[in-house]
């Protein structure tokens, strides 16, 4: 027993603001009264909002993240379907296990765990396809395991410019309500999240935002599934209802952390994530180590996942940081573990909370055995976030 707060810096769960979890806070209701479409209806559309869509179908499916990732495929794809993927950490190496699992053939692209996704790559082998054998391009934009944000627009740009009509699937799960995305204009046939991540929500939703083209694609698909059939789904969905029992509690908070993020604004809630995540940056730059990510132009706005030196173990700095400092950050996945400890800067986050993070942080690392002078991450944050314009919207609002 601890006295105070804990604190939450794990890429996921997030931290649920009060208001949501007071908004959850509801009796049981009728899932088939007739205005139950007056909760749900109003979801679809702000989804809609938040993956920038206006063309596209929003689905939730009971579930988490994973989820989504197989009732995405199992609704678009054929058995045997060969399909073009790449391996650049721990949730696109799972992505590509399941592709597997669900009887795709895949052609996988293995690059650094630090690099992006290989898009000169994808662009070349797509050129070589010349009869459209690949039909569907993965992409996972932010690779949470090692705080690396991909350029979906260049895969879209890399399909088009081979002619190429395969179908192009995100895994958004660490970047959708927190990284910029944009379903419409890059053209993303099926992206998928989970609620418990920048939409702020306990686990328990897996989120799909399903383009036209892919709904074209599910008229046709023969791969097995039962429960997550799009067409049941999107049938009783017209109306506010669902093909199975709903969770209307989930249901309730989303309504408020969407409602949160329009008041913010979704551009001003991306940049947050920019303005916190670079305080995150200078404080690990200060204590001299460096970020898995392999260059500036990859880091990640929701996670940085940071190198220990090599005589030390990440996972005694992450047993630290949680039973003398009551704080817990992300572990270092796979071939990382030990190696990488991660501090995750996404959902609802300000200054304060990270300015606590390195805090612990160089406290942990500094009782592990790193040599480091204490104060100067959070030194050097302070220095950023105190030049920065908060840009304080709602007050803004109010004061017009
Ligand atoms: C968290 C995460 C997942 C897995 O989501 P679950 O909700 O745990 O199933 C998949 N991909 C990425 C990029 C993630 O960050």
Known sequence: ??????????PGPTNVPDSVRR????????????????????????????????TGEVMFFPGSGTGAWEAAISNTLNPGDKVLMARNGQFSSLWVEMALRLGLEVEVVDVPWGAGMPVTEFSRLLGQDKHD?????????NETA?????????????????????????????????????MDAWEV????????????????????????????AAKTSKMRRAYFEFSDMLKMNADGYFPYTPPTQLFHGLRQSLDLLNAEGLDNVIARHHRLAEGIRRGVAAWGLSLVAEHHTLYSDTVSA??????????????????????S?????????GKVFRIGHLGDLNEAMCLTALSVAEMALFRAGVSLQLGSGVGAAQAWYAQQDQMRPMLRVAAE
Do not use: W
Not at 29 to 40: E, H, K, N, Y
Not at 133 to 141: D, G, L, N, P
Not at 147 to 157: C, E, F, L, Q
Not at 197 to 205: H, Q, R, S, T, V
């Open 133 to 141: 054998e690949i039909k569907a391009v993965f992409v996972t934009h």
């Open 146 to 182: 090692t705080g690396v944000a991909s350029d979906v627009a260049a895969v879209r740009h890399a399909l088009d410019e081979n002619f190429h009509d395969a179908l192009l699937f995100v895994d958004g799960v660490s970047s959708v309500g927190s990284l910029e995305f944009n």
């Open 23 to 54: 908004a959850m806070n509801v009796a049981m209701q009728d899932m088939r009264a007739p205005d139950f479409g007056d909760l749900t209806l109003g979801l679809f559309e702000g989804m809609k909002s938040v993956l920038r869509t206006e």
């Open 189 to 216: 046939d099926l992206v998928v999240t989970g609620s418990q991540k920048g939409l702020m929500l306990p686990a328990g939703l897996g989120i799909l935002g399903v383009s036209e083209k892919a709904l074209e």
């Open 329 to 337: 950050f992300g572990s270092g996945l796979g071939p990382l573990a």
């Open 306 to 327: 940071i190198r220990v030196p090599r005589d030390i173990d990440a996972r005694d700095v992450l047993r630290i940081a949680y039973e003398d400092f009551n704080t």
């Open 1 to 10: 027993m601890r006295n105070g707060h804990t604190h939450l810096f794990v």
